[in-house]
């Protein structure tokens, strides 16, 4: 099977997995993910893809909107595998990809990263390839807790970014930055092609 992982990238295995999925659950994780639900279904995109999907929770979310296609990918199978039993009996289509390998044909209204994009090594590569797959006047969201106040301390700070961060990774793959938005801690950056 192919490695989906570049090296430096966080892996989460079994395990991590595991932890990751009852994290999920958590307050904090719980505020990121309905604040990212909420802007993107107040967008009304057809298609969304979740890129580094883990266990599903946004994707879940979402699916109880009519009317948009959902799509998921993540490196980690045993992510996929927690998202299959957490989405089970939803039309949501879920693979083993990454924010470099797409294995979907077509292309979407929103590609969406909730508490992903800190995690990905080549920001820059990752951005240029994932705007091949947006329909005309397609966003790319990103959703991360934003780095400040307790989120700049210790642990947490390199699972949080600032806005300065996202406005150099959009500028680097040669992308807008149409809109900063903040709300309970969560930092989104909706990304247009030029």
């Known amino acids: 099977m192919r490695d989906h992982y570049l090296e430096g990238e966080e892996r989460f295995g079994p395990f991590m997995s595991f932890i990751y999925s009852i994290a ?19 967008a009304h995109p057809d298609s969304v893809i979740d890129i580094g999907c883990g266990p599903g929770d946004l994707l879940k979310m979402i699916s109880d909107r009519k009317g948009i296609e959902l799509f998921g990918v993540d490196p980690s199978e045993w992510m996929i595998k927690a998202a299959m039993k957490r989405v089970s009996g939803r039309d949501i289509k879920l693979a083993i990809g990454s924010s470099r390998s797409i294995p979907f044909r077509r292309k979407f209204t929103i590609i969406t990263s909730t508490l992903s994009f800190h995690h990905w090594e080549k920001r820059t590569e990752s951005l240029r390839y994932l705007s091949r797959f947006l329909q005309k006047d397609g966003t790319i969201r990103i959703y991360e807790m934003e780095k400040r106040g307790f989120a700049a301390l210790g ?8 806005e300065a961060e996202l406005r150099e990774s959009a ?9 900063i938005k903040r709300q309970a801690g969560v930092i989104c950056a909706i990304l247009s092609v030029r």
């Not at 642990?155 to 600032?162: D, F, G, Q, V």
């Not at 500028?171 to 809109?179: S, T």
């Open 24 to 42: 999920s659950a958590l307050p904090l994780p719980r505020i990121i993910y309905t604040v990212a639900k909420d802007d993107i279904i107040s």
């Open 155 to 162: 642990p947490l700070s390199k699972h949080a970014m600032t």
């Open 171 to 179: 500028k680097k793959a040669g992308m807008r930055v149409k809109r």
